[in-house]
């Protein structure tokens, strides 16, 4: 029995479940009677839900025999897709398998769906000498899954990877090309080598658009309207959604069009294909597949897919597209011999010698005629920039709280509507109304309780929002992910480029001589250095190069490079082509800088030539700075002299590893410590005399490891790191607002903790743990070392100290301030997340936090603050982390290396402008963190209004729904041009305008609510609703108990019973007989109040300060209820005939008129009330406070009001149930658990090691 049931891409961001199935005819036919039953509705229903139409259409089957695929995700989303099975036909099974090439024809292989006969009709004519072989496939997110056999499950066939080749198999057995037949037989698999991003037709988006539920439901209404003849309100309503549909469309057809014009650009070029060793054809980029081999010209060009590197060839590659860094990256060949070339070809490891999809290769190096050659391992959506492409066209769902809660609020809306089209039903049959109207005015009250124009009313906020960030400097293209900011509750922050100035400046040298280190100097570029191994290294241990005849490279290349004052020449093409070997980069000193003894010789300008070229160095040969490894070395030759030299340069620590012990100072530890500990960042020089045998062509297939060993240590260049001017200021704005702040940094562990204590985000008396994890090792466990870093001054004894909960934000020490942080490097994160999985996993539950190994393995999650030496995909780790214990994460960064966390965190901040920007949500114009406050800020302001206009949305419905609902009791309704004023004049003005208010120019500690389904906001709109229909119902039955009450017609005349002596006769005599009973006291009365009520709400509810600016400097929504208030006093109070007409308002007695004012007063008093001092002043201080805030927050002013506080906050809390609620977050949990820990922090010099996965011991060193 075959499985029913796989999982692809496993252990995959994309991972998904897949379930088999094939048509059923008889389920086919109960579908399509029950569409032709419900109208097309239950077609609509299948549609918005894939699983519902497979299982409603299909029987399920196994994975092999299946017609349809039933797709499921693995995430917290658990998104449904339906994809169609397809058949084609190969002469092999996959495509790297050995075929008969001879045999390989054209085959008819369409988009057949399991339609055997017809693709096999014309075989035995076309290829009777070989039968093909039927491969099912099905494509999803523009990748291709086939079947496999042996797997008994689909797969993707990425590229050459595949094979898993060593290098030097990549050099042996894939450096010659592909024949053209074996090409296309490739070409079957993996299609065009194209990143096709297909624009759809208006039409298609379109039909999409409009078949959305919100836009069905709005069809529904319009038409339910149209039958009752409310045109006007009908018309207003498609006037709307047009206006929506169009702006939508615009929207999206303009991103699908800038996405493929980015996409296109220059991705379909012409390229040099090699067909065995020397056969060389021009072809288009489109019909490369992984194997061929392409040339690279000297000027260069766009790659079209992903290649490396073989047989000695250079480039110099911008890859800005694709990881936001313009600094030009020295590509070279992949290592074919030694250890290097038996390693198995990886190309997140090998990324040095590959060439992405979309970068820019500036130029070539070759040496005498040599062709720069390339293997092509991945094209099409497999390359890089394909992946980066797909994430951008198929998005994850944002998943924010806010939004679900409106689901659940909408429902409940919906349960509120179901009641009421009940009652109408039983209310209308009662009084043996019509049928036709029974139906209509049931299904009105659908339309009444779930308002049509809410997202519209919600989409607002955000819109202004996002031009208020354009206004500053930062763009958005993800602007639902807005609202998200303001939840941020803690911040990831790159280092260099971030937090401190992109540039390095050199602070000085500390060479060593004679074994120990000499005193710091401050020029390097003096004369007396120019002859000195130091200086060399300095000089040509770098991936500098000139474009044209501007040197360019890495920052801190550039910056060691000028320091030494030397200059840098480049052979031309023309010379390369004369000599063999020679090397491509030349460098020398000036000639001002040159010793005394060597400037004096000037008998002849042959003689000061030959002076000179002793001071020349050629560069024979680059080994690439790799993070991996966080070193780079070179190979040069003096000019002149036959040896050979090798330099190293990169960490202190990796490189006194691999110098010689009797070269290293013993005062090392404490002098890089000394800078390190000062903010400085240190490099680390050495140097190596090559053997004279040592040839040129040997030197280029040496394997680096072999080359970068027994070492002379030569000493340290220290650069400097300058904080940027706003980041402490900024920081410090993040921690008043109870926003944690976490580094996250390639850099030195001591630079960092110096960086981090300069901005604040370690202050001065805080003291700093480093966590050391160190591997197994023979038969002792993986364990974790803590050491404390220093001192901190006015540090008070631990012994001593009390540890306070604050249940939002973890721990404090002494009161308010926390007391230690966690410093952890890459290396440990990755030994901690290996094997000690379940300190950071997401489902560590406070039951298994009982013994303190646990307890103090959480706190790296919730008390660390620096992470140093970490790569860029344990960044995306540790943000993933973060957010496994309920964290909302911001990561803010300059784009080099950042990416994967950018687009992973909640909310993205991009500092760089360049292509790579699309993957974050959000771009700042200004290169400092300033942006992160302004963007939190504004978050919340849009949070807020979201709440405030869903609110506003939710009490028009329930307001209206009252009014109709007693209307109906007496077989009455509000009038055509009653809903068009309320819906169109009122509503929906106030609920745009409302939306306007700036964010509040400070961040405060109260963070924003989260949820719609909480304590205070249910509270608030329970209360409202309350006093509204109570309201209502007080108006309703005081009208009916007036003396000059009546049931109305047209002759009526309740005027002139009024002691005013008003009298409006003309009126009532010109009225036409009202058919529907609109006119009449009641709604009349109803009406002005419900109006009233609107108003009173929308200012009620538009809260301003502390996360928006007050509601009377928004001078739009202060003057549109100013008009509205005006007008309807006017009209109450003196009618107005037309306007009466118009709104089919009848006439009714002045002293009932003031009465209706008295109401509308003491109700927007009552409302104001429960909502101000009741909810903001009284249950916010008392009860709801207590649960964001924990205990120990704040302190009051007398012991009296404390003794108050206490009292009313245990009776309310017990009122409400909040006395023994637990925190909803899990970090609060986790942190509530450890606070008792008397073992925590560790003491130092304490190891835990990993005994079992579900315990620890800690013991002292």
């Known amino acids: 029995m075959m499985k029913r049931e796989v999982t692809i891409n496993e252990g995959l961001e994309d991972e998904m479940e897949v379930w088999g199935y094939r048509p059923c005819l008889w389920k086919m036919i109960l579908v399509g009677v029950g569409a032709l039953c419900s109208g097309g509705l239950l077609l609509l229903l299948l549609y918005w839900l894939p699983e519902w139409a497979v299982k409603g259409t299909c029987t399920h089957t196994s994975l092999r025999e299946a017609h349809t695929l039933l797709l499921r995700t693995t995430d917290e989303f658990k998104q449904w897709f339906r994809a169609k099975v397809h058949v084609m036909l190969a002469p092999g099974k996959g495509p790297f398998d050995s075929v008969d090439l001879q045999t390989i024809v054209d085959l008819p292989n369409g988009d057949a769906v399991h339609t055997f006969s017809t693709v096999n009709e014309d075989l035995p004519e076309m290829c009777s000498h070989s039968q093909p072989i039927q491969i099912h496939y099905f494509t999803h997110h523009s990748t291709k899954y086939y079947w ?136 288009m980029s489109t ?49 074919g011999s030694g250890q290097d070339g038996t390693r198995t070809y990886n190309l997140e490891e090998h990324k040095r010698h590959t060439l992405f999809c979309g970068t820019y290769v500036i130029q070539t190096r070759f040496y005498t005629g040599e062709l720069v050659k390339a293997v092509v391992v991945r094209t099409g959506f497999s390359t890089e920039k394909g992946q980066l492409v797909r994430s951008i066209l198929y998005p994850k769902p944002t998943d924010f709280k806010l939004y679900r809660d409106a689901y659940l609020f909408l429902l409940c809306l919906v349960g509120v509507a179901g009641i009421g089209f009940i009652y109408t039903i039983v209310l209308s049959v009662m009084y043996k109304v019509p049928t036709k109207t029974i139906i209509i005015e049931s299904l009105e009250i659908i339309t ?84 000195t191994t130091f200086m060399a290294c300095m000089a040509t241990c770098h991936s500098l190069t000139k474009i044209e005849g501007e040197l360019s490279g890495d920052p801190l290349d550039l910056k060691m490079f000028s320091a030494t004052g030397w200059i840098l020449e480049e052979s031309t093409e023309e010379e390369t ?205 993986a364990s974790i070392t803590w050491r404390y870093s220093e001192n901190p001054a006015h540090l008070p004894d631990k012994n001593s100290q009390t540890v306070e909960l604050d249940l939002e934000h973890g721990f404090r020490g002494n009161g308010q301030d926390q007391s230690y942080h966690f410093a952890v490097t890459g290396k440990a994160f990755a030994v901690i997340t290996e094997h000690f999985p379940q300190l950071l996993q997401k489902d560590i539950m406070v039951s298994c936090c009982c013994d303190s190994v646990h307890m103090g393995a959480v706190q790296l999650v919730l008390r660390a603050t620096v992470f140093a030496r970490m790569a860029p995909d344990q960044k995306t780790q540790l943000v993933e982390i973060l957010q496994n214990v309920d964290y909302t994460v911001g990561m803010c960064g300059d784009g080099a290396n950042d990416c994967g966390a950018l687009k992973r965190a909640h909310s993205g901040i991009s500092l760089s402008e360049l292509e790579a920007s699309v993957a974050s949500p959000f771009t700042s114009t200004t290169s400092n963190i300033s942006c992160v406050p302004n963007l939190i800020r504004e978050g919340r302001a849009a949070l807020i209004t979201s709440f405030c206009v869903f609110k506003f949305m939710a009490l028009y419905s329930i307001i209206q729904y009252l009014s109709v609902t007693l209307l109906y009791s007496m077989l009455s309704n509000l009038g055509d041009f009653q ?114 009520q609107y108003l009173a709400v929308a200012i009620i509810f538009s809260k301003g300060k502390p996360f928006r600016e007050p509601s009377y ?46 109401i509308v007063i003491v109700n927007a008093v009552v409302s104001f009330m429960f909502e101000t001092l009741v909810l903001d002043i009284i249950l916010w201080r008392l009860v709801f406070s207590r649960d964001k805030q924990g205990a120990g927050r704040g302190t009051p002013d007398t012991p009296h009001q404390s003794a108050n506080d206490r009292w009313g906050s245990t009776f309310l809390s017990w009122l409400f149930c909040q006395r023994t609620k637990a925190p909803r977050t899990h970090y609060r949990q986790l942190a509530l658990e450890l606070q008792d820990d008397p073992d925590w922090p560790p003491k130092p010099s304490t190891v835990t090691y990993a005994s079992t996965p579900h315990t620890n011991v800690t013991v002292p060193m």
């Open 148 to 283: 496999n056999d042996v797997k008994q499950g689909f797969v993707i066939y990425k590229g050459l990877e595949d094979l898993k080749l060593s290098c030097s198999d990549i050099h042996s057995d894939h450096s010659s090309g592909l024949s053209t037949k074996l090409q296309e037989y490739r070409r079957q698999f993996f299609e065009e080598n194209e990143i096709a991003v297909r624009v759809p037709s208006l039409f298609i988006l379109l039909i999409k658009e409009v078949l959305n539920p919100f836009y069905i439901f709005q069809l529904f209404c319009v038409i339910l309207w149209s039958i009752q003849d409310y045109y006007y309100y009908a018309a207003a309503i498609v006037f709307m959604s047009f206006i929506s549909i169009a702006t939508s469309l615009y929207t999206i057809k303009k991103q699908y069009v800038m996405l493929h014009d980015m996409v296109s650009t220059h991705s379909v070029v012409r390229v040099s294909l090699c067909r065995g060793n020397k056969d060389r054809e021009e072809a």
């Open 287 to 335: 019909d490369l597949v992984p194997g061929d081999v392409i040339v690279i010209p000297a000027n260069g060009m766009i790659m079209p897919c992903d290649a490396v590197l073989i047989h000695g060839g250079t480039c110099i590659v911008n890859e800005s597209m694709l990881t936001g860094e313009s600094v030009p990256v020295t590509k070279t060949s992949l290592p």
């Open 448 to 531: 009444i309780a779930v308002p049509p124009a809410l997202p519209a009313a919600m989409t607002a906020g955000i819109v202004y929002a996002q031009r208020r960030l354009k206004r500053v400097g930062i763009f958005c293209i993800s602007p639902q992910r807005i609202n998200m900011c303001g939840q941020l509750n803690l911040v990831c922050f790159d280092k260099t480029g971030t937090l401190t100035e992109d540039g390095l400046d050199l602070w000085g040298i500390q060479r060593v001589e004679d074994g120990s280190f000499s005193p710091p100097e401050v020029d390097a570029a003096k004369e007396t250095l120019v002859n």
């Open 577 to 781: 082509a004369l000599h063999n070997p020679i090397m491509p980069t030349v460098v020398r000193p000036p000639k001002q800088v040159l010793p005394e003894a060597h400037q004096n010789v000037k008998n002849s300008q042959n003689m000061e030539l030959s002076e000179l070229s002793l001071f020349e160095i050629g560069i024979v040969r680059q080994f690439p700075f790799s993070s991996a490894l966080q070193r780079m070395s070179v190979v040069v030759r003096r000019l002149g002299e036959k040896r050979m030299d090798a330099y190293l340069k990169g960490a202190p620590e990796v490189v006194t590893s691999l110098c010689r012990a009797d070269t290293v100072p013993d005062s090392f530890a404490e002098t890089l410590e000394s800078y390190t500990g000062q903010g400085f960042r240190v490099i680390a020089l050495a140097h190596r005399q090559l053997e004279s045998k040592l040839s040129w062509h040997k030197v280029q297939s040496l394997n680096r490891d072999v080359l970068e060993t027994n070492m002379e240590f030569l000493g340290l260049i220290i650069m400097q790191n300058k904080l940027k001017q706003e980041t402490a200021g900024v920081l410090l704005e993040l921690r008043q607002a109870n926003i944690r702040t976490l580094m996250v940094t390639g850099d030195n562990m001591l630079t960092a903790i110096s960086v981090a204590r300069d901005c604040g985000m370690i202050r001065p008396h805080e003291r700093v743990i480093i966590a050391d994890a160190f591997l197994p090792k023979d038969t002792q466990p």
């Open 979 to 1092: 809903f068009l004023f309320i819906d169109l004049a009122i509503v929906l003005i106030i609920a745009f305008t409302m939306s306007l208010n700036p964010a509040w120019k400070e961040l405060v500690r109260r963070p924003p609510p989260s949820s719609l389904i909480s304590g205070p906001l249910l509270f608030s709109v329970l209360t409202q609703i309350i006093t509204c229909l109570v309201f209502q119902v007080l108006a309703y039955l005081l009208v009916r108990r007036q003396s000059w009450y009546e049931i109305w017609t047209p002759q009526s005349d309740a005027c002139n019973v009024s002691h005013t002596g008003l009298s409006h006769h003309h009126i009532n005599v010109t009225s036409p007989v009202d058919h529907k009973n609109i006119r009449n006291y009641e709604n009349t009365t109803l009406f002005y109040v419900s109006s009233f």
């Open 1113 to 1158: 400097k928004n001078w739009p929504f202060m003057l549109t209820c100013l008009c509205l208030y005006v007008f309807l006093f006017l009209i109450m109070l003196f009618p107005v005939p037309a306007i009466d007409n118009f709104l089919e308002i009848v006439c009714v007695p002045h002293d009932w008129r003031v009465t209706m004012v008295i």
